[in-house]
């Protein structure tokens, strides 16, 4: 049974830090790209960023580049989000995502994402 479990989520003041982490289960995710989704209140997922399985390629929406900083290790079979400079729009739900059959350059279109993690809330106060 495949399982991606996020955590690191929280509350944060407007300038601060998280990191958050996915771990995943039940399959080996070293050989496949992975990326981080999030859903406000009221808007519809969006990407956030996306990791080759070789490292080499990462990928991230124009509202956190310069920001987010997307990273995995394959040995672990874990892949993780750190965010700094957070700011109110960034709060949402962020998800974990693992996609067998496609790129990580197509997650960013979400396009061959086989598997969602549960979720996990940040908050951002200003």
């Known amino acids: 049974q495949v399982q991606l479990v996020e955590s690191g989520g929280g509350l944060v003041q407007a300038g601060g830090s998280l990191r958050l982490s996915c771990a995943a289960s039940?399959?080996?995710?070293?050989?496949?790209?992975m990326g981080w989704f999030r859903q406000a209140p009221g808007k519809e997922r969006e990407f956030v960023a996306s990791i080759s399985w070789t490292t080499i390629g990462t990928y991230y929406a124009d509202s956190v580049k310069g920001r987010f900083t997307i990273s995995r290790d394959n040995a672990k079979n874990t892949v993780a989000l750190q965010m700094n400079s957070l700011k109110p729009e960034d709060t949402a739900v962020y998800y974990c995502a693992a996609a067998f059959g496609g790129t990580a350059q197509a997650m960013a279109a979400m396009i061959g994402i086989d598997y969602w993690g549960q979720g996990t809330q940040v908050t951002v106060s200003s």
């Open positions: 039940g399959r080996t995710f070293s050989r496949y790209p």
